[in-house]
Structure formats: C-alpha cells, structure tokens
C-alpha cells in the first residue's frame, strides 16, 4: 500500500503493468517477474519491439530538447512511466536548469519509485492521477503548484493513448487537455499502430492480462489527436524517422510507433 491525498492505494503486482513492462525492454530494473513474461511474450509476438521501445524512448528525448529550444520552460508529462534515466525533466534541466516538470501516471509503483529519485524540489513534482480524467490533471493542485497554464506548455503524451480504449475517447481526452493550454504550447505524442505489420494479435493479445489493453491505431486515427495543433516538420512519421540525430538502427522501418509535436498556435 502506499498513500496519495491522505487515501491508501492498493498496488497490484499479480497482473503485469505497462509502465513495468516497458521498463523490462528498455533494460531497467523496477519490473516483476509477471512484467518480464509478459514482456518476453510481446517480443516473441513482435521481435522488432526491442528496438521499438528504445526508439521511441529516443523520440522523447529529441522532443524535449526541441520544445526546450523552442522556449518553452514547462513540461506536463502524462504517463510517465518508470523513471529511467535520463528522464525528461534531466534532458531539459541540463539544457535549461529553470524547466518545471510535473510527471503524471496511474501506477503508484511508478509514484513511489519517482518519489525517491526526484529531489529538485519546487521544480518538478509526481502525480498519482488517471488520464481518463484530464480535467482532474488539470485541476490538481500538485500539479498547478508546478505548472502555470497561462505560459507555454509542452504537453508530452508519449506511448500512452495507445493503453486508451475508443470508448474512454481519446479525442476527448486530448482535446480537454489542449483547451487548458495557452497559444504557444506544444503536444508531443507517440502511438503504437499496426500499419507495418500483418498481424498484430499476439502482440495486442499480451495486455489482455495486464492493468490495460493495447489499442492499436492507424495513421488517420493518430493525426486526429492533433486536431487544434499544427504538426511541426516533419509531422506525424516512424518515432526513428522525427528529426533523427543518427542514422536510424536496421529495421526502423518495421517500428510500430509514430509520433510528433505540435504547437498551439491558437
């Protein structure tokens, strides 16, 4: 058990959990053995999602430092995940040392672990909140006492919509989150698709047992999440392919993932 607003939350480790099963692939350490089987029988339904995890972890990294240079001084990060360094709030910090970042997940595993890492106090705080809720992110006190709504902010919504169902509206969802967000703001989003595969049964088949399904979707039903944003260059594409730093590693092509930033311009 652990505590949040005063209410005990029950962890469950009986069922594997997203965040920990992304932490598995990605090499870290703060996963259980129901992670790491799932983990394994993802790969072995979809062998590219070791490096797939990897690229889109880099995707986050390179979208830090551009909203960074682009100004902005304010990030809220929804679905966080296990905190494996480098996290955001450590690329942007180190290009930027007054950068606020307010971290937001549902597992209080992940809370507990970010608790005992983050110590920069007043400039970055963890919130235990569900993305089903936006307006319950956006009025959390936590995350206001981080985050002022009436300057830029980069909204990162990275690998996680895909864990959305279509009946929790994931329209809705980012649409709520966008209309608290002033002109100048950014969204950086990433998705899991099944546009680059037959078959990805097995590999959606692997969250049917865990705290969240996988909710594949395609190109089309990805751009619409950006509606009221414009997509900068070179828009939605293959997380290895957005702005690449390095020759992307062999076989990107197969990657499942897109993603791209935004701005509000609004």
Same mark, same amino acid.
């Given at each position: 058990?652990?505590?949040?607003?005063?209410?005990?939350?029950?962890?469950?480790?009986?069922?594997?959990?997203?965040?920990? $099963?992304?932490?598995?692939?990605?090499?870290?350490?703060?996963?259980?053995?129901?992670?790491?089987?799932?983990?394994?029988?993802?790969?072995?339904?979809?062998?590219?999602?070791?490096?797939?995890?990897?690229?889109?972890?880099?995707?986050?990294?390179?979208?830090?430092?551009?909203?960074?240079?682009?100004?902005?001084?304010?990030?809220?990060?929804?679905?966080?995940?296990?905190?494996?360094?480098?996290?955001?709030?450590?690329?942007?910090?180190?290009?930027?040392?007054?950068?606020?970042?307010?971290?937001?997940?549902?597992?209080? $595993?992940?809370?507990?672990?970010?608790?005992?890492?983050?110590?920069?106090?007043?400039?970055?705080?963890?919130?235990?909140?569900?993305?089903?809720?936006?307006?319950? $992110?956006?009025?959390?006190?936590?995350?206001?006492?981080?985050?002022?709504?009436?300057?830029?902010?980069?909204?990162?919504?990275?690998?996680?919509?895909?864990?959305?169902?279509?009946?929790?509206?994931?329209?809705?969802?980012?649409?709520?989150?966008?209309?608290?967000?002033?002109?100048?703001?950014?969204?950086?989003?990433?998705?899991?698709?099944?546009?680059?595969?037959?078959?990805?049964?097995?590999?959606?088949?692997?969250?049917?047992?865990?705290?969240?399904?996988?909710?594949?979707?395609?190109?089309?039903?990805?751009?619409?999440?950006?509606?009221?944003?414009?997509?900068?260059?070179?828009?939605?594409?293959?997380?290895?392919?957005?702005?690449?730093?390095?020759?992307?590693?062999?076989?990107?092509?197969?990657?499942?993932?897109?993603?791209?930033?935004?701005?509000?311009?609004?």
């Amino acid at each position: 058990m652990t505590q949040d607003g005063g209410q005990a939350v029950h962890i469950d480790t009986s069922k594997p959990h997203p965040a920990r $099963i992304y932490d598995y692939l990605l090499g870290g350490k703060d996963y259980y053995e129901v992670d790491q089987q799932a983990g394994d029988q993802l790969a072995a339904a979809a062998p590219e999602v070791w490096i797939s995890v990897r690229a889109n972890r880099a995707f986050l990294h390179r979208a830090v430092r551009y909203v960074i240079d682009s100004g902005v001084r304010q990030i809220l990060d929804i679905g966080t995940g296990l905190p494996t360094s480098p996290n955001v709030h450590e690329v942007a910090q180190e290009l930027a040392p007054d950068v606020r970042v307010a971290y937001v997940d549902n597992d209080p $595993i992940v809370k507990a672990h970010a608790d005992a890492l983050l110590s920069r106090v007043g400039t970055t705080s963890v919130v235990l909140a569900d993305l089903r809720d936006p307006q319950s $992110i956006i009025d959390h006190p936590e995350v206001r006492g981080i985050i002022d709504f009436g300057r830029p902010v980069a909204l990162f919504l990275v690998a996680i919509l895909h864990f959305i169902r279509d009946a929790d509206e994931p329209e809705r969802i980012v649409a709520t989150l966008r209309d608290a967000l002033p002109a100048g703001s950014f969204l950086v989003l990433s998705h899991a698709t099944g546009d680059f595969a037959d078959d990805r049964s097995e590999a959606e088949a692997v969250y049917n047992g865990a705290t969240a399904t996988m909710n594949l979707r395609s190109r089309d039903r990805v751009e619409r999440l950006f509606d009221g944003f414009d997509l900068v260059e070179p828009g939605l594409a293959q997380v290895p392919f957005w702005r690449p730093d390095s020759t992307p590693a062999p076989g990107s092509a197969e990657i499942g993932f897109y993603g791209g930033v935004a701005r509000k311009n609004a």
